[in-house]
T-cell receptor, first 111, second 114 residues
Framework: AQRVTQPEKLLSVFKGAPVELKCNYS??????LFWYVQYSRQRLQLLLR?????SIKGFTADLNKGETSFHLKKPFAQEEDSAMYYC?????????????WGLGTSLAVNP | ETGVTQSPTHLIKTRGQQVTLRCSSQ?????VSWYQQALGQGPQFIFQ???????GRGNFPPRFSGLQFPNYSSELNVNALELDDSALYLC???FGSGSVNEQFFGPGTRLTVL
């Protein structure tokens, strides 16, 4: 199975502090990884994907094959970043591949 | 551009019954994936349909089945409901079945099995 794990269920930081949400994956090959976010009372939505190497809302995530990690980082957290964040493998493109999302990390940014 | 819609919003069933959940994909999308999200858990992949054929399946028993129609809308059917099937069922659509394609999620259907 293509599994990702998020070790922190809850992360609480103060506004302006750096934030890092951890994600590790446990499968070999070329993983395709995404970060999805769910704000209160909104749908799950894509935050960023590793292949784009982009920065969205100040967040970045680098794929580290040596550490098998895809941590999400932001140098200065804002209150509006408070949400549920999920690390996820890409949509299935093959046969009988089992995609296991992380359990999610709830980020609370305090004023 | 119309987003992903799901129906019904909420559903209550009893053990042993059967249920059908529906999903309309976003305009222009030909791929639909279904997920089960139990309370406090991340979404778990059930299966994906691409151009009306199943294109991958997660670790769910055969009583979870699906369909995709020519207009790319989709159904998730669950037979012989069990209490553990109580969850939020999410549908996501994308263009193409490739792993790098962004998925757009619907609001979900909350299923309660009594």
């Amino acid at each position: 199975a293509q599994r990702v794990t998020q070790p922190e269920k809850l992360l609480s930081v103060f506004k302006g502090a750096p934030v890092e949400l951890k994600c590790n994956y446990s499968y070999s090959g070329s993983p395709e990884l995404f970060w999805y976010v769910q704000y209160s009372r909104q749908r799950l939505q894509l935050l960023l994907r590793h292949i784009s190497r982009e920065s969205i809302k100040g967040f970045t995530a680098d794929l580290n094959k040596g550490e098998t990690s895809f941590h999400l980082k932001k140098p200065f957290a804002q209150e509006e970043d408070s949400a549920m964040y999920y690390c996820a493998p890409g949509p299935n493109a093959g046969n009988n591949r089992k995609l296991i999302w992380g359990l999610g990390t709830s980020l609370a940014v305090n004023p | 551009e119309t987003g992903v819609t799901q129906s019904p919003t909420h559903l209550i069933k009893t053990r042993g019954q059967q249920v059908t959940l529906r999903c309309s994909s976003q305009s222009g999308h030909n791929t639909v994936s279904w997920y089960q999200q139990a309370l406090g858990q991340g979404p778990q992949f059930i299966f994906q349909y691409y151009r009306e054929e199943e294109n991958g399946r997660g670790n769910f028993p055969p009583r979870f089945s699906g369909l995709q129609f020519p207009n790319y809308s989709s159904e998730l059917n669950v037979n012989a409901l069990e209490l553990d099937d109580s969850a939020l069922y999410l549908c996501a659509s994308s263009f193409g079945s490739g792993s790098v394609n962004e998925q757009f999620f619907g609001p979900g259907t909350r299923l309660t099995v009594l």
